[in-house]
C-alpha cells in the first residue's frame, strides 16, 4: 500500500469517527421524537375524553333539569288553559297569564329538545372513542390516572431528548474544530495530508 493511500485511510477513519457518533445521535433523536410525538398525541386524546365526559354530565344534569321544569311548565299550562274554558269572561291578568305560561312551555320545550340532540350527539363520540354513558365518575379517575402516567413518561422522553441535544451540540463542536484543523493543515500543506492532524481528529472524537 503507498504511503498516499495510507494517508487517505486514515484520515478517511478520522472522519468516520466524528461524524458516525452524529448519526448515531440523529437516529436517537428521530426516535425519541416521535415518542414524543405519539405521547402528545395519546395526552390530547386523553384530554378531548375527559372533556366529553364532562360535557355529557353537564347535558345529562341540564337536560333532567330542564325535563323536571318542562313536566311543571305544562302542568301549569294545562290547568290556566282549563281554567280559561270554565270561564265566560276571563280578565286580562288570566289571558296574560295563560300567554305567559305558553311562552314559558315553549322555551323550555326547544331547550329541551336541543338538549336531546346535543346528548345524542355526545353519546355518539363517546362510543367512538371507547367511553359509556355510566359511571363517569370512575372513567374520569381512570383517564386522569392515565394522563398522570403519561405525563411521566413524556417528562422523561422529554430529558433524553435534551441529553441527545447535549449530546449533539457536543459532536458538532468536535466536527467544527476537526474541519477547522483541516483548513489549518491544508493551508500549511496544500494538497498533502497530515497525520497529525488525522490523529488530533480522533483524539477528539474518542474524548466525547
Do not use: C, W
Not at 487517505?8 to 478520522?14: D, K, N, Q
Not at 311562552?103 to 340532540?117: M, N, T, W, Y
Not at 405525563?151 to 441529553?163: C, F, S, V, Y
Amino acid at each position: 500500500m503507498s504511503g498516499k493511500n495510507l494517508k487517505l485511510e486514515v484520515i478517511l477513519a478520522a472522519i468516520d469517527r466524528v461524524t458516525r457518533p452524529l448519526k448515531a445521535i440523529s437516529a436517537g433523536s428521530k426516535g425519541v421524537s416521535k415518542a414524543l410525538s405519539e405521547t402528545r398525541d395519546q395526552l390530547r386524546q386523553l384530554d378531548r375524553s375527559q372533556k366529553m365526559l364532562g360535557d355529557f354530565k353537564d347535558v345529562s344534569r341540564g337536560l333532567a333539569v330542564t325535563k323536571h321544569r318542562l313536566s311543571g311548565a305544562m302542568e301549569k299550562l294545562r290547568g290556566l288553559k282549563e281554567q280559561m274554558a270554565q270561564t265566560e269572561n276571563p280578565t286580562k291578568q288570566m289571558t296574560a297569564a295563560l300567554k305567559a305560561a305558553q311562552s314559558e312551555a315553549d322555551g323550555l320545550r326547544l331547550r329541551h329538545g336541543k338538549l336531546v340532540a346535543q346528548e345524542a350527539k355526545l353519546k355518539a363520540s363517546m362510543a367512538a372513542a371507547g367511553l359509556g354513558t355510566t359511571k363517569l365518575t370512575d372513567q374520569q379517575r381512570q383517564l386522569k390516572s392515565q394522563a398522570e402516567a403519561l405525563n411521566g413518561t413524556l417528562a422523561n422522553q422529554q430529558r433524553e431528548m435534551d441529553k441527545l441535544n447535549k449530546a449533539a451540540s457536543r459532536m458538532h463542536a468536535t466536527r467544527a474544530r476537526y474541519d477547522k484543523q483541516m483548513q489549518t493543515r491544508n493551508k500549511v500543506a496544500g494538497a498533502g495530508v497530515s497525520m497529525g492532524v488525522a490523529g488530533a481528529a480522533t483524539g477528539a472524537a474518542v474524548a466525547i
